[in-house]
């Protein structure tokens, strides 16, 4: 059974209650999980802040959490096959995806590691006899709260910067998917990381996730999910004034001219929105072409839409697996449906797939909408899956009115020749991550995250490690004398 990690112990919950786990290729239970609930969390609050304020995890030397996480970082690596085949049959991912997911969180911890001991603060020159020193410290208690889509590498991103700052943390991975944040947990206790620092938290968000993001003993919230949920965790965060990073959804815009190398393109549009089956935040799921290219590459994608392998992660070959659950399955399919009600045309795909052994699993067919216009909700709304909207546009001013007509601010792209139209775009694009000639490299050394509802603070890169830690400014007078304010010592 999959227990929890509080205060140093591997624990069933209070309740007693237990999840289970399944493969949504086959639909078959791999492993069953402890429930935890809103008693749980606090349980896991409570040894959380008695490791930041009683112990000497929050002032032990850089150097030292530093040796910690790049051991952590070899464990990962070392264990790089088993976890990589865990998250396969959790999540649903191809397996060489789901390597180089496990591999990334190795590199992200790594990262960190080495960040946490470089210069940081400042030292100003103030007037008088007065040196002013900027420092950092760590914030306190910090709830780590992730999805289901890179469930390995959405806990290196929050855990390493989190534990290199020296915060003690409360980690909660998605219901479906606890195998590989409970593996991470064993590899960091082999690490040597100390009893409270860092506590694994299972269970359902509304239960679990929602006592960590009201509990008033919790100083920072870092959440991924969806824009709604994070809606949520901001008004339950404002009890105490939570520190926040939130990082939410999207509904990015890959745009397309004419003068772009389209078999180049035509290969980044498909995966910018079948990578690991459309459920990636920044997946391209609005494809804009420019008109006088649209039908010609409008086929370019299409046919490559159809040659995708898709099916079970483990076996090899497949490049598309399936979504992460019948409910969620039946959401994307409930957007299908909407688009051809609102009169987009269905170019290929659309279906659940029902043949042979997939008809196990929740696989729906790479599916493609053309002539989509800015009202239907296939724009507009964030679907998660193996869906894109393919829309024309005149010319740069329309494309970039099309991109930015959007609530969300988190990823976009555009392929052209034209470096001078490519800078131009990137510029007036209003999103956090915007990508030339390229989509989806995620890398730690840049910052990650959005404008507008797509969230707010940046996750990786050095910006990463400041959404971890709290600023304070020391002033010092070397040369302390009277006040000179009071009349008792005016001269
Ligand atoms: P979700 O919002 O339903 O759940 C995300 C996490 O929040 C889960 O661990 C869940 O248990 C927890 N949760 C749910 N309700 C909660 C509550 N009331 N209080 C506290 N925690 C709660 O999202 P999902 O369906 O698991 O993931 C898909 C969403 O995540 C998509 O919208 C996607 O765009 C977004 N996402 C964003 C990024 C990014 O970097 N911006 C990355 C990955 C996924």
Known sequence: ????YIGGRWVSAVSGRTRSITNPATGEQIDVAAEGGAEDARLAI?????????????HTSARHRARLLFRLADLIERHAGEQARMETENNGKPLADAEDDVLT????????????????????????????RVVREPIGVCGLIVPWNFPLMMA??????????????????????????????????????????????????????????????????????????????????????????????????????????????????????????????????????????????????????????????????????????????????????AGIEEGAVLL?????????????????????????????RIFREEIFGPVL????????EDAVRLANDSIYGLAGAVFTSDAGKAERVARRVRVGVFWINVYHPAMVEMPWGGYKQSGLGRELGTFGLDAFTEVKQIVHNLHPGPLGYYHWNRS
């Open 1 to 4: 059974m999959l227990k929890m």
């Open 46 to 58: 409570a040894a959380a802040r008695k490791a930041f304020d009683e112990s000497d995890w929050p």
């Open 105 to 132: 969180a190795a590199n992200v911890f790594r990262y960190y590691a080495g960040l946490i001991g470089k210069p940081s603060g400042q030292v100003s020159d103030l007037p008088g006899s007065y040196v002013g």
């Open 156 to 337: 290196s991103w929050k855990l390493a910067p989190c534990l290199a700052a020296g915060n003690t943390c409360v980690f909660k991975p998605a219901e479906l998917t606890p195998v590989t944040a409970v593996r991470l947990f064993e590899l960091m206790e082999e690490a040597g990381f100390p009893p409270g620092v860092a506590n694994l938290l299972l269970g359902e968000g509304r239960t679990a996730g929602a006592e960590l993001a009201a509990h008033e003993q919790v100083d920072k919230i870092a959440f991924t999910g969806g824009t709604e949920t994070g809606r949520g965790v901001m008004r339950a965060a404002a009890g105490n004034i939570k520190k926040l990073s939130l990082e939410l959804g999207g509904k990015s815009a890959n745009i397309v001219f004419a003068d772009a190398d389209l078999d180049i393109a035509a290969d980044y549009a498909v995966s910018g929105i079948f990578l690991n089956a459309g459920q990636v935040c920044s997946a391209g799921s609005r494809l804009l072409v420019e008109e006088s290219v649209y039908d010609r590459f409008v086929d370019m994608v299409v046919e490559r839409a159809r040659k995708i392998r898709v099916g079970n992660g483990l076996h090899p070959g497949v490049e598309m697996g399936p979504l992460i659950s019948e409910a969620h399955m039946n959401k994307v399919l409930g957007y299908i449906k």
């Open 348 to 376: 290929t795909g659309g279906k659940r797939i029902t043949e042979g052994e997939l008809a196990r699993g929740f696989f729906v067919e790479p599916t493609v909408f053309g002539d989509v216009h800015s009202g239907m």
């Open 389 to 396: 909207s393919v829309t024309k546009f005149r010319d740069e």
